[in-house]
C-alpha cells in the first residue's frame, strides 16, 4: 500500500504569517489533489496537480507536484484565521486511480 | 454543494450489535466511496462502488459490508461492530475512478461502539 506522509502534523501562527505545508511518499502517483476540512464536515476539493513540476495558484495558496510526481506542497502567504483547518493531500495510484490520503495537517491561524 | 447526505449522523451502539449507514446522492454520480477517517491515519478507503449491484473493496474492508440497489443509495454495514470500529465515516461520490476525479464528501457519520 502506497502511504502519503504529511508534515507537520499541527502548525499553529499568527495571522499575516506564511506557512508551507508538505506531502511526501517514495511511490509516484498519476495526479495529486489537496482538500481542506473543517469540523463537523467533509473534505472538500481545493486544487488537483496533473503534471511533474505543476504550480497552481489559488488566492493566497500555492500548490506544487514535485517533479518525479512522488511529493507536494501547499504554500499559504500571509495567513488569514479563515484558513483554520485540516488539510489532507490525496495521491491517484497510477494503477487503480484510487486515491490514498495524507495523515493531515491541522492549521490554526490566530488573529 | 453536491447534494450527498448520510444518515445517521450520529451512532452509538454496543460492541457486537450490526449497523447500517445510509448514503444518498441526488447527483447521478456512477461512483460511490465510503471512507473511515481516524486521527493519525487520513481518509481510508473501506469500499467503493462503480455502479448498481457493482461494488469492490478498499484497503480496510474487513468487518464491513456494502450493497448498492440503486443508483442514488450506498449502504455501509458493521455485520458485528467492534470497539476498533469506532470513527468518523465519509461517503463520496464521483464520475469515475481517474487521475483527476473530482470526489464530493459528505457530512460524515460519527460512529461510537462501546
Known amino acids: 500500500t502506497q502511504l502519503l506522509e504529511q508534515s507537520p502534523q499541527f502548525l499553529s501562527i499568527q495571522e499575516g504569517e506564511n506557512l508551507t505545508v508538505y506531502c511526501n511518499s517514495s511511490s509516484v502517483f498519476s495526479s495529486l489533489q489537496w482538500y481542506r476540512q473543517e469540523p463537523g464536515e467533509g473534505p472538500v476539493l481545493l486544487v488537483t496537480v496533473v503534471t511533474g513540476g505543476e504550480v497552481k495558484k489559488l488566492k493566497r495558496l500555492t500548490f506544487q507536484f514535485g517533479d518525479a510526481r512522488k511529493d507536494s506542497s501547499l504554500h499559504i502567504t500571509a495567513a488569514q484565521p479563515g484558513d483554520t483547518g485540516l488539510y489532507l493531500c490525496?495521491?491517484?495510484?497510477?494503477?487503480?486511480?484510487?486515491?490514498?490520503f495524507g495523515t493531515g495537517t491541522r492549521l490554526k491561524v490566530l488573529a | 454543494d453536491a447534494g450527498i447526505t448520510q444518515s445517521p449522523r450520529h451512532k452509538v451502539t454496543e460492541t457486537g450489535t450490526p449497523v447500517t449507514l445510509r448514503c444518498h446522492q441526488t447527483?447521478?454520480?456512477?461512483?460511490m466511496y465510503w471512507y473511515r477517517q481516524d486521527p493519525g491515519h487520513g481518509l481510508r478507503l473501506i469500499h467503493y462502488?462503480?455502479?448498481?449491484?457493482?461494488?469492490d473493496k478498499g484497503e480496510v474492508s474487513d468487518g464491513y459490508s456494502v450493497s448498492r440497489s440503486k443508483t442514488e443509495d450506498f449502504l455501509l454495514t458493521l455485520e458485528s461492530a467492534t470497539s476498533s470500529q469506532t470513527s468518523v465515516y465519509f461517503c463520496a461520490i464521483g464520475q469515475g475512478l481517474a487521475s483527476q476525479e473530482t470526489q464530493y464528501f459528505g457530512p460524515g457519520t460519527r460512529l461510537l461502539v462501546l
Open positions: 490525496a495521491g491517484a495510484e497510477v494503477r487503480t486511480y484510487k486515491y490514498i
Open positions: 447527483e447521478n454520480h456512477r461512483y
Open positions: 462502488s462503480y455502479g448498481v449491484k457493482d461494488t
